[in-house]
């Protein structure tokens, strides 16, 4: 089988995964990924979340087809200097929002297997610690170009 084919089956493994997944899970939106700086390789992804189930979320991993590491990463301030941490899961409470967003929860991006143009589009896999998976498309904007 190709690239392509197995992406297929891929999806529709994920497709049928969700449809078991009983209950309603986390809601996306605002997703985009940003190109990175000049003469860097690591992007970053941001987000919001919802969660509209009455039972608390938990991702404890994710991928993406476009790079060889994705990881899920907070930027802290201590004094004065901004840090980040990978952090192993993310729990999103029953009925709370989270957001993914400049200075703080982010989606690190690293080793991209090809060029990272604005107006593509990357694929993050958000694994919930139950198993089920969440698939979000987001596409690729230039750093000028984010919403803050
Ligand atoms: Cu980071």
Known sequence: ????????????????????????????????????????????????????????????GISSPEFVRAEIHETTLSDGIARMQALESITVDAGARLSFAPAGLHIMLLDPRKGLLPGATVRLELRYSDGGLLIVDAPVRTRGDDVK
Not at 5 to 15: D, K, N, Q
């Open 1 to 60: 089988m190709n690239r392509q084919a197995v992406m297929l089956l891929l999806a529709m493994l994920v497709i049928t995964a969700c449809s078991r997944h009983d209950g309603p899970a986390l809601d996306v939106s605002n997703v985009r990924v940003l190109a990175p700086l000049p003469g860097r390789s690591a992007s970053v992804a941001y987000m919001d979340m919802h969660n509209r189930s009455q039972h608390p979320l938990t991702i404890d």
